[in-house]
């Protein structure tokens, strides 16, 4: 089977349809000030997500835990690879702190992948969601949490602590993993999932669309992840970090995020948010009233 080469390439221009604001305005600048005060990271930034400015403008962020290093070196990413620093034990604080101070309603919390840690940073994650839900009882949350490399206690403990979502993307297609996700592994995750859903959470996942999939492999993913007991689907465009990153191989048109949404809807997903500049944290206010 022929991988797709992750090479060093010349950025293709975006179409008029991924053309999106400058961040702005005095919201913006507030919630910019108090990521800033509380020294947090958020994958907003780390991971140059094209809708910073309307989430931020809107008073909300997606925070990202766990420091600002991973330790996977997945071609698609934005996020700093190598050795991460110690975590800090008082983030959880900090980052509930913050999330009032917002008066955020619904809080998006993601992180790194820590896989030097025993338990794959289980407890800080555990500690995060009860330290929100303390200080702001009626913030929904969804947390968007990494592979644990089959640590099964630690996913438990990961999402134990009362949150309404809980997420774990795919990325792309299986054929695609080893230029993409080259140390995690597709039916790893779909295990995961299942593991969530039979834990009664509600279960959410992403892929990423252009790296070079077709549209049986695209099919043939939602099948899976609809048979590992998935309800929520994010679709969005790929877009290339860096010229050091994976290449963009195809701009997929609205229409196309249009069909790949109904289809979704068809094979079972209750719920599908599918669009050019759809990432996995976008909207994610409307999907904690998705039936579990």
């Given at each position: 089977m022929i991988e797709l080469p992750v090479i060093p390439s010349q950025r293709k221009k975006r179409p008029d349809w991924l053309r999106v604001k400058l961040p702005?305005?005095?919201?913006?600048?507030?919630?910019?000030?108090?990521?800033?005060t509380y020294k947090l990271h958020t994958i907003c930034e780390s991971g140059s997500c094209p809708n910073m400015g309307e989430c931020w403008g809107a008073g909300t962020a997606t925070f990202m835990i766990l420091g600002n290093v991973c330790?996977?070196?997945c071609s698609f990413c934005a996020v700093a690879t190598g050795r991460p620093p110690e975590y800090d034990t008082e983030e959880p604080q900090r980052?509930?702190?913050?999330?009032?101070?917002?008066g955020v309603k619904h809080a998006v919390i993601t992180s790194v992948n820590r896989d030097e840690l025993k338990?794959?940073?289980?407890?800080?994650?555990?500690?995060?969601?009860?330290?929100?839900?303390?200080q702001s009882p009626s913030t929904t949350i969804e947390t968007l949490i990494p592979d644990v490399k089959n640590n099964w206690d630690a996913l438990f403990r990961m999402i134990e602590g009362g949150q309404e979502v809980?997420?774990?993307?795919?990325e792309t297609v299986e054929r695609l993993y080893r230029g993409v996700r080259p140390q995690a592994k597709y039916e790893r995750s779909l295990e995961q999932i299942r593991r969530t859903k039979e834990a009664r959470q509600r279960t959410k996942s992403g892929i990423m669309l252009g790296l070079g999939e077709t549209k049986d492999e695209m099919f043939k993913a939602m099948d899976d992840m609809v048979a590992h007991g998935l309800d929520i689907l994010t679709l969005g465009q790929y877009l290339q970090p860096t010229k050091m990153h994976h290449e963009v191989i195809e701009w997929i048109t609205p229409e196309m995020f249009d069909m790949y949404r109904e289809e979704g809807l068809r094979r079972g997903l209750k719920y599908v948010e599918s669009g050019p500049l759809v990432r996995s944290s976008y909207h994610a206010e409307r999907h904690v009233n998705v039936p579990i």
């Open positions: 702005a305005g005095p919201d913006f600048l507030r919630v910019r000030q108090l990521v800033d330790t996977r070196s980052v509930a702190e913050a999330i009032r101070l917002m338990d794959r940073g289980a407890e800080i994650w555990y500690q995060t969601v009860r330290q929100v839900k303390e809980v997420s774990h993307n795919i």
